[in-house]
């Protein structure tokens, strides 16, 4: 079994004009990093012109399908009945997306597969943490 599971979605750029922008985005979960969802958007859709990706917890992710959460650089909420609003907040300003609320609960559905909520301190290794957390020096 893959310990990493890929998704392809259709992200829609919420943007100041009436119509948003169509984007390919990927959603990544490793069971090497059992807490961690990533979105990865490709250059063509970011101001710098080099793909962005943005980590934050699968926890919020999943809380966020049903109700606001998140208080960070990273926040999540239901939109309408089949759209959930991601929103990543940096220094250069506010990036919201919608993407459909089913492909998000297809892919958290086959990340708990591959860990199931509750589990996910059974695929930590700590060592490899505290390795690079320490820079190399264990």
Request: charged letters at 25%; a negative charge; glycine letters at 8%.
């Amino acid at each position: 079994m893959s310990s990493v599971i890929e998704q392809s979605v259709q992200a829609r750029m919420v943007a100041s004009a009436p119509r948003m922008e169509t984007l390919p985005a990927t959603l990544s979960y490793d069971r090497g990093d059992p807490f961690a969802v990533r979105i990865a958007f490709p250059a063509r859709a970011t101001l710098e012109g080099t793909e962005v990706a943005w980590e934050f917890s699968r926890e919020l992710l999943a809380r966020g399908l049903d109700g606001p959460a998140g208080l960070g650089d990273v926040r999540v909420r239901p939109f309408g009945f089949d759209r959930t609003v991601l929103e990543f907040h940096a220094h250069e300003g506010v990036a919201m997306v919608h993407v459909r609320t089913s492909e998000l609960r297809h892919f958290l559905g086959r990340a708990q597969n591959l860990v199931p909520e509750g589990e996910e301190h059974r695929f930590l290794d700590l060592d490899r943490s505290l390795t690079e957390l320490l820079g190399g020096a264990c």
